[in-house]
């Protein structure tokens, strides 16, 4: 996510170096942290230092959570300021290496489409959504940008519609139809001399406005905490208290699944889990004044954590490794 705020309100160097200082306070979460730092300079026109922050975390000895992501702000952030032709590479990078995750694939369009590549804009958001929505029977929350995208190019470009452009109207919750908010002839209403034109183009951005700043300032997951077998062991020899809670490791995984269906059930959306580790489990409790016995704490932990960028989106997309870390496809596991 990057911050929208206007570099007239904020300083954006002072608010990236505060990033940066908290990453390295907490450096199991620098990789968000430093993004957000990242944003913040581009915002303030410090595109290079960008870049900088970009390779920082591209050449860490740390394994990155989604290097795609990375490497797809890098790309965009490059373009913005002359290097095309290493922003094409590894967009085109990108591509072949065919991420998981909708974000790169929205990233790498938009900043094709943002300089009138419209054809190859197209291609990328359609090359994602084959990727991630074939034989999905209701697109997870985060694929919706790229059907978004996609109908947005698509009209530019004069295309008819077709059917992924028809669920994108489905899943479209303002007033305002996706035709008329990607409609390119609304930027000629602009310089109209009827005040009613006028008043009705500005009720539309108010809409597109409304929608992006709604997808921007989504609510932390709803998290559920999952803690790994050797985490989980350690967690209950070091406080016995917590047994109760944790029967045994097969039991918790059992029970994060059938917690996170019940929610989807009730329609709770945008739902995640969070991982958890006793060290940090136990700073966290000490931070708050209390014993990591407490059974009452981990529903905080978890909230904390997701807080923080820590939440992984539930369910996984088909054909991606099960949450539980068993090695199998979430569907032939806990998806089964």
């Known amino acids: 996510m990057r911050p929208d705020t206007s570099a007239e309100n904020v300083d ?38 960008a870049t900088a922050l970009y390779d920082r975390l591209l050449s860490s000895p740390d394994t990155l959570e989604n290097p795609h992501l990375v490497r797809a702000l890098k790309a965009s952030n490059l373009w913005e300021y002359g290097h095309e032709a290493e922003a094409r590479a590894i967009i085109e990078g990108l591509r072949v290496s065919a991420p998981r995750d909708p974000a790169p694939w929205v990233i790498a369009a938009e900043a094709l489409e943002a300089h009138d590549e419209l054809e190859a804009a197209q291609d990328t958001f359609t090359e994602g959504a084959t990727l991630l929505l074939t034989g999905v029977s209701e697109p997870p929350y985060p694929t919706h940008s790229l059907l978004f995208g996609r109908h947005r190019v698509r009209r530019m470009l004069g295309a008819p519609h077709d059917d992924w452009d028809a669920l994108a109207d489905t899943l479209h919750s303002s007033s305002v139809s996706l035709d008329e908010l990607h409609d390119p002839k609304r930027v000629w209403s602009l310089g109209s001399d009827n005040p009613a034109e006028l008043e009705a183009e500005i009720s539309r951005l108010h809409a597109e406005l409304g929608a992006y700043r709604q997808a921007l300032s989504r609510p932390f ?24 809670e944790y029967p045994s490791h097969g039991e918790h995984l059992t029970t994060i699944e059938g917690s996170l269906r019940e929610l989807a059930a009730s329609g709770t959306p945008n739902l995640g889990i969070v991982t958890g580790t006793v060290p940090s489990y136990e700073a966290f ?50 998806g089964a």
């Open 285 to 334: 409790a000490a931070s708050e004044g209390t014993s990591p016995a407490e059974v009452s704490l981990l529903p905080q932990y978890a909230t904390t954590l997701a807080a923080r960028g820590r939440a992984v989106a539930w369910p996984p997309q088909r054909g991606t490794a099960c949450w539980c870390a068993s090695g199998q496809v979430y569907e032939d596991c806990h």
């Open 221 to 244: 997951p709803v998290a559920v905490l999952h803690w790994p077998t050797g985490e989980l062991e350690e967690l209950v020899a070091a406080y016995p208290s917590l047994v109760e």
């Open 12 to 49: 954006h160097h002072a608010e990236a170096a505060r990033l940066e200082r908290t990453a390295g306070l907490h450096p199991e979460d620098a990789e968000q942290l430093l993004q957000l730092a990242a944003a913040h300079l581009e915002l303030a026109g410090a595109r290079p230092e």
